[in-house]
Nanobody, 117 residues
Framework: QVQLQESGPVLVKPSHTLSLTCTVSGGSITTSYYYWSWNRHPPGQGLEWMGAIAYEGSNYYSPSLKSRTSISRDTSKNQFSLQLSSVTPEDTAVYYC?????????WGQGTQVTVSS
């Protein structure tokens, strides 16, 4: 079945941009009607939806993160990526990519990202 794998640096300096890539195998990110999302789980807090890119390329963002968040995709590589700018230690979290169609979800294993100097 479909597999999602997050990749990127585990340590990011404050004020820098956090960049992660989700590599999808076993399915195409352009297949109708899936939405491909980025989510995070800060320590001691609940899971937070950050944003998504739809199968046709439309973007959706959490209002609280919209100003700092950009989600893009590379259909030739079957990948979609997250960029979170101007990071602070509050952005330290386990970051997950996921596929959603209605009530059906598939998740990557998550990757720990720490924001620290």
């Amino acid at each position: 079945q479909v597999q999602l794998q997050e990749s990127g640096p585990v340590l990011v300096k404050p004020s820098h941009t956090l960049s992660l890539t989700c590599t999808v195998s076993g399915g195409s990110i352009t297949t109708s009607y899936y939405y491909w999302s980025w989510n995070r789980h800060p320590p001691g807090q609940g899971l937070e939806w950050m944003g998504a890119i739809a199968y046709e390329g439309s973007n959706y963002y959490s209002p609280s993160l919209k100003s700092r968040t950009s989600i893009s995709r590379d259909t030739s590589k079957n990948q979609f990526s997250l960029q979170l700018s101007s990071v602070t230690p509050e952005d330290t979290a386990v970051y997950y990519c996921a596929r959603k169609l209605s009530g059906s979800y598939y998740w990557g294993q998550g990757t720990q990202v720490t924001v620290s100097s």
